[in-house]
C-alpha cells in the first residue's frame, strides 16, 4: 500500500502472488496493491491468486499500466477510482467478478485481452470516460458497461462467448444517463 507519496512509484518484473488485503487495527482496504494519491507506473508485472476484493486498486492518482497480466483473480482485477490514466498491452485471465473496473476515472485502453470473467470485461461507472481500443473480450457475462453518467467508446475490438455484448444502464440516482459507442467492433457468439 502506497499512500500519498511525493513522487511517482515505479514498479518492474514484479510478481504480487496470493496476496490479500491489508488488515491492520480495524483498518482494511480492498485491494491486494493500493496506490492512494500516489502516482504509479506499473510495467512487465504479474497480479496472480489473489485472495481479496480487488487485486490492483487505484484511487485518486495518475496510472501508466503496460504489459502487465492478471491471473486466478478471486473478484476484481483492476479496480481504478476517480483517476486518469493508460492500460497498455495486458492480458486479464480467470477473473472471478469484473477484469476491469473503473469509477469516476478517464482512462484509454488498449490492445488488452480478456478471458473468462464472471461479470464485466470492461465497466465504466460514476461519470468516467473511457477508452477502449484494439482489445479481445471472451466468455464472461457482460462484455463492456457504461453506467452512471460514463462515456464509453468502443473501436477496434472483438466481444465473444458473453451473455450481452454491450450494456448502458443507470443504477445510482444521482448520476446522468450514461452513453455507449461502438465502433468497427465484431460482438460473435453473444446472447
Given at each position: 500500500?502506497?499512500?500519498?507519496?511525493?513522487?511517482?512509484?515505479?514498479?518492474?518484473?514484479?510478481?504480487?502472488?496470493?496476496?490479500?488485503?491489508?488488515?491492520?487495527?480495524?483498518?482494511?482496504?480492498?485491494?491486494?496493491?493500493?496506490?492512494?494519491?500516489?502516482?504509479?507506473?506499473?510495467?512487465?508485472?504479474?497480479?496472480?491468486s489473489n485472495h481479496c476484493e480487488d487485486a490492483l486498486n487505484t484511487i485518486r492518482c495518475e496510472f501508466k499500466v503496460q504489459h502487465c497480466r492478471f491471473e486466478q483473480i478471486f473478484s476484481d482485477a483492476f479496480d481504478s477510482d476517480f483517476c486518469q490514466g493508460e492500460l497498455l498491452s495486458s492480458t486479464f485471465?480467470?477473473?472471478?467478478?469484473?477484469?476491469?473496473?473503473?469509477?469516476?476515472?478517464?482512462?484509454?485502453?488498449?490492445?488488452?485481452?480478456?478471458?473468462?470473467?464472471?461479470?464485466?470485461?470492461?465497466?465504466?461507472?460514476?461519470?468516467?470516460?473511457?477508452?477502449?481500443?484494439?482489445?479481445?473480450?471472451?466468455?464472461?457475462?457482460?462484455?463492456?458497461?457504461?453506467?452512471?453518467?460514463?462515456?464509453?467508446?468502443?473501436?477496434?475490438?472483438?466481444?465473444?462467448?458473453?451473455?450481452?455484448?454491450?450494456?448502458?444502464?443507470?443504477?445510482?440516482?444521482?448520476?446522468?444517463?450514461?452513453?455507449?459507442?461502438?465502433?468497427?467492433?465484431?460482438?460473435?457468439?453473444?446472447?
Amino acid at each position: 500500500t502506497v499512500l500519498q507519496a511525493q513522487s511517482a512509484s515505479s514498479l518492474q518484473h514484479v510478481t504480487f502472488e496470493n496476496l490479500t488485503t491489508l488488515n491492520k487495527n480495524g483498518w482494511t482496504l480492498t485491494g491486494a496493491v493500493n496506490f492512494y494519491e500516489s502516482n504509479v507506473e506499473i510495467s512487465h508485472c504479474a497480479f496472480v491468486s489473489n485472495h481479496c476484493e480487488d487485486a490492483l486498486n487505484t484511487i485518486r492518482c495518475e496510472f501508466k499500466v503496460q504489459h502487465c497480466r492478471f491471473e486466478q483473480i478471486f473478484s476484481d482485477a483492476f479496480d481504478s477510482d476517480f483517476c486518469q490514466g493508460e492500460l497498455l498491452s495486458s492480458t486479464f485471465y480467470n477473473i472471478g467478478n469484473d477484469a476491469i473496473d473503473f469509477s469516476g476515472s478517464h482512462a484509454a485502453i488498449r490492445d488488452v485481452t480478456i478471458e473468462t470473467c464472471g461479470d464485466k470485461g470492461v465497466s465504466g461507472g460514476e461519470a468516467s470516460r473511457l477508452q477502449v481500443m484494439d482489445s479481445r473480450i471472451k466468455g464472461g457475462m457482460i462484455g463492456v458497461a457504461s453506467k452512471d453518467a460514463s462515456q464509453v467508446s468502443v473501436s477496434n475490438t472483438v466481444v465473444s462467448d458473453m451473455h450481452y455484448g454491450a450494456v448502458v444502464f443507470r443504477k445510482k440516482p444521482e448520476y446522468g444517463f450514461p452513453s455507449l459507442v461502438l465502433k468497427n467492433t465484431e460482438m460473435v457468439a453473444v446472447d
